[in-house]
């Protein structure tokens, strides 16, 4: 066998335990299989941050002089399989900070396997996923978000079920019996045991061909070289805001052309105008003052800067005004504003709906209070 690499894409903090127990149970297992292997973290824009997309890896090799010929590099440029644990990432990550847009599959070998915990079926999926040259395979493990963290976690089986789903898609990684074997020495748990091999035996996959898939071009930067680069440590400074879209009304704070934070988000807010009653709460308290207002006194977020953290949704004294949305239901960012503005009525028939049906939902947007996950677990278990 040659040596078999798997990357598991996470929301920092959020996700960090969740990712943190696949990676090193996939080497648990190996071992148990004769192999040797090691796990690690690849972090985005260190210190690791709140939903910023982050990585973990799992290296397994026959031998341990495979192994450290593979880890001769720092970050793994190819893997058998890529896991990622919010379906919102599909539609790609900047987990490297400043090098652009990098699509769910970047990595993912020509016939690998991409595995999505997601309610959405194969062709929801591909609308957000980009197009590859190569085939691969997309495996969907039936779930929600699962908000792991790094100090609280939601002990739901999502990491069984996406170990008992790599032994299906990538036998040669590690065989099921070994993995079963050390989730049972790890965990001391027969109901975990049995979560991983239903999903074994659950996980279907149907091949992704060269061309089908997002066809959008990801956005990317030039890096500056080394003969570009001025002296000392330079940080530019933003523009001044001015009038809201370059007119004399209203206000568009500056904003940088190259940092945007909308695939941070899990969740977008979603607003009612016709309730807004200009408070301007959400404009002051968005930590990344992504609420312009416009001419007419109102407050259209800006959805390239907006990073989902549901401020803004908290300080609202008016129900269902700023109501956060889960990012599955958007396939764009433009201005919500503008729709508005635009037909006001077809506004409101298309916003109305989807928040009622967010409220009947059960949120994806991480800890919320104390025990709050233990009360989610019972009440799927009832």
């Avoid at 979560?195 to 066809?215: C, I």
């Avoid at 934070?261 to 607003?271: A, D, E, H, L, Y």
């Avoid at 259209?300 to 990073?307: L, T």
Wanted: proline share 5%; with cysteine; aromatic share 8%.
């Amino acid at each position: 066998m040659a040596t078999r690499a798997v990357e598991v894409v996470y929301r920092g903090i959020f996700q960090r335990t969740l990712a943190r127990n696949i990676v090193r149970n996939i080497v648990f297992a190996a071992r148990k299989d004769g192999k040797i292997g090691t796990a690690f973290g690849r972090y985005s824009d260190s210190p690791e941050r709140n939903g910023i997309p982050a990585k973990q890896f799992a290296i397994v090799s026959d031998t341990a002089l495979e192994l450290e010929e593979s880890l001769a590099v720092y970050e793994a440029t190819a893997v058998d399989v890529t896991i990622n644990l919010d379906d919102a990432m599909c539609k790609g990550i900047e987990s490297w900070a400043w090098y652009g847009l990098q699509p769910i599959n970047e990595l993912t070998k020509p016939g690998g396997t991409l595995i999505v915990t997601s309610r959405q079926d194969a062709p929801s999926l591909l609308e957000d996923i980009h197009q590859k040259d190569s085939s691969y395979d997309l495996a969907i493990i039936p779930s929600t978000v699962s908000f792991s963290g790094l100090w609280v976690y939601k002990d739901d089986h999502t990491d069984m079920r996406v170990l008992g789903a790599i032994c299906k898609v990538c036998p040669d990684l590690v065989s099921l019996k070994a993995m079963l074997v050390s989730i049972q020495e790890q965990t001391g748990n027969e109901a975990k045991v049995s979560s991983a091999q239903r999903a074994f035996d659950r996980t279907t996959s149907r091949p992704v061909e060269p061309g089908e898939g997002n066809t959008e071009t990801p956005f990317s930067f030039d890096m500056p070289g080394w003969k570009t680069m001025e002296e000392g440590l330079v940080i530019r400074a933003l523009p001044q805001g001015g009038g809201f879209r370059g007119g004399d009304e209203g206000y568009q704070p500056g904003r940088s052309e190259v940092f945007k934070k909308w695939s941070t988000r899990s969740m977008r807010p979603v607003i009612n105008f016709d309730t807004c009653i200009k408070c301007t709460l959400c404009w002051l308290q968005c930590p990344d003052t992504c609420f312009d207002i416009t001419p007419d006194g109102l407050y259209d977020a800006n959805m390239e800067s907006c990073c989902g953290c549901g401020v803004c949704e908290a300080v609202c004294p008016v129900p269902d005004c700023v109501t956060m949305v889960g990012e599955a239901e958007f396939n764009d960012n433009n201005s919500q504003w503008d729709a508005w503005t635009a037909d006001k009525d077809s506004y409101n028939k298309w916003m109305i709906p989807l928040v009622e049906k967010q409220k009947s939902e059960v949120r994806t947007h991480g800890f919320h209070h104390v025990g709050g996950y233990d009360e989610e677990i019972n009440a799927e278990e009832d």
